[in-house]
């Protein structure tokens, strides 16, 4: 009977099934990172941009190339440098000497898969030319309006370890990401998996054996199934708290704004999707939170001289506020 209510609620069925073939697909090369990529197919389905942080070598660019490959829609990789220039992403007025009129070229971000890769190598005035595409998936060029196409979402990697040549990106760009992932190491079994399979591997083109899954207006129609989602007052008051609760922290000196709320709920409603719920539970929540938070919130200098990380103080907020059931 519980399993009819569900099917009439919203049948996630299309939804399971495109999650679980991107998955074996992904599978057949990358090794592990289960965490990162169930929250990179969230990040998706939530209409949200993603940072992707680890050290060089864990295969951060491959995971992002690899889940553009299995959409069927336009994508572009823009490799940020210290000397590259707002136009070189957003595009430039040409003259056109038979028209005598001046043309717009579409820059690389005109796309629907966007991959920027070491987004903190680029210099301040070429952050922020993303501030306007990344929030309101438009652009304004010498008065002109072109509005983005959909889906459009920004998968972006940074190396947290080099300092040389790079740029802190400013908060107000970070909170434009929804999620912040950090690739770890693979443990030992896994690198020896890694090693096993690159030994046995008889072409190195492996891009090329990925067929895409999905259209792009499939994303859009998952998206709107996604945003359907159940979520109960209880919920909602939790994640509440939980905001209240960063700026309240005696660890933080910035807490998280009305953003971060609703993109912890909207995270959440699309994980729980992945996961084959039409409704979000309180373990949903807890799960999107620090990749939710982690870029948004600021520890106290003190904290920061202790060797505290952002995610040990969103788990000690998180263990001060009643759990609904």
Do not use: C
Not at 6 to 11: A, Y
Not at 202 to 213: E, G, M, R, Y
Not at 272 to 278: E, K, L, N, S, V
């Amino acid at each position: 009977m519980e399993n009819e209510f569900f099917e009439q609620r919203t049948d996630l069925s299309k939804l399971r099934i495109a999650v679980e073939q991107i998955k074996a697909t992904l599978a057949t090369i990358i090794v592990g990172q289960h965490d990162s990529i169930d929250l990179l197919i969230a990040g998706i389905l939530a209409d949200g941009h993603i940072l992707i942080e680890g050290v060089p070598g864990v295969a951060k660019t491959l995971t992002a190339k690899l889940i553009a490959k299995t959409i069927d829609a336009r994508y572009s990789r823009i490799q940020f440098t210290p000397d590259l220039m707002p136009s070189d992403i957003l595009g430039t007025s040409v003259f056109n000497p038979k028209t005598t009129e001046f043309e717009f070229k579409q820059g690389p971000i005109f796309g629907n898969i966007i991959l920027i890769d070491e987004i903190n190598r680029a210099p301040a005035k070429t952050q922020s030319a993303l501030f306007e595409v990344m929030e309101e998936r438009q652009l304004t060029i010498d008065g002109h309006r072109y509005k983005m196409d959909e889906p459009f979402t920004v998968f972006a990697t940074q190396n947290p370890v080099e300092q040389e040549g790079t740029y802190r990106l400013p908060e107000a760009q970070l909170d434009r990401f929804l999620f912040k992932i950090e690739v770890k190491y693979p443990t030992l079994e896994e690198e020896i998996a890694i090693l096993a399979r690159q030994h046995q591997q008889k072409t190195t083109d492996q891009l090329s054996q990925i067929q895409p899954l999905l259209a792009a207006a499939d994303i859009n129609d998952l998206r709107q199934q996604v945003r359907a989602l159940h979520v109960e007052d209880k919920i909602l008051e939790f994640t509440a708290k939980i905001i209240h609760e960063t700026r309240n922290s005696k660890s933080l000196q910035l807490g998280g704004s009305p953003r971060a709320s609703l993109a912890i709920v909207n995270g959440a409603k699309a994980l729980a999707a992945t996961r084959g719920r039409d409704f979000v539970t309180p373990d949903d929540i807890i799960y999107v939170a620090p990749p939710v938070l982690r870029h948004r919130i600021m520890l106290t200098p003190d904290k920061e001289m202790e060797g505290v990380t952002p995610d040990e103080v969103i788990t000690q907020v998180i263990q001060k506020i009643e759990v609904p059931r």
